[in-house]
Nanobody
Framework: QVQLVESGGGLVQAGGSLGLSCVASGTMFSLNAMGWYRRAPGKQRELVASITTSNGATYSDSVKGRFTISLDNAKKTVLLQMTGLKPEDTAVYYC???????????????????WGQGTQVTIST
């Protein structure tokens, strides 16, 4: 089992910056990727950015050039630096991790998905 603990978020004016952090903890797991999703009021959850343990990053078109994701493999921590924030970035942001369960005889073949509890990001005009 993997637990994800998020920090950061809050209220900031449009054009401002904010950082989110998420730490993965637990036993007997191997991270494959971490990332951030968000759900705005009345909308479906969407990918914001993700990054693999080999540092391959993916961004949604709406945040490219404004948000930066990074992963510290040793600390099992993913950071999302958000700049140039817009009111439409207002949402609950969820940390996501994809991790393989480790057993005494090896790694299970398929990864599991884990989610944080969510943190509110509100951008005011």
């Amino acid at each position: 089992q993997v637990q994800l603990v998020e920090s950061g978020g809050g209220l900031v004016q449009a054009g401002g910056s904010l950082g989110l952090s998420c730490v993965a903890s637990g036993t007997m797991f191997s991270l494959n990727a971490m990332g951030w999703y968000r759900r705005a009021p009345g909308k479906q959850r969407e990918l914001v950015a993700s990054i693999t343990t080999s540092n391959g990053a993916t961004y949604s078109d709406s945040v490219k050039g404004r948000f930066t994701i990074s992963l510290d493999n040793a600390k099992k921590t993913v950071l999302l630096q958000m700049t140039g924030l817009k009111p439409e970035d207002t949402a609950v942001y969820y940390c996501h991790a994809e991790a393989f369960t480790l057993t005494p005889v090896g790694r299970l073949p398929a990864p599991d998905n884990y989610w944080g509890q969510g943190t509110q990001v509100t951008i005011s005009t």
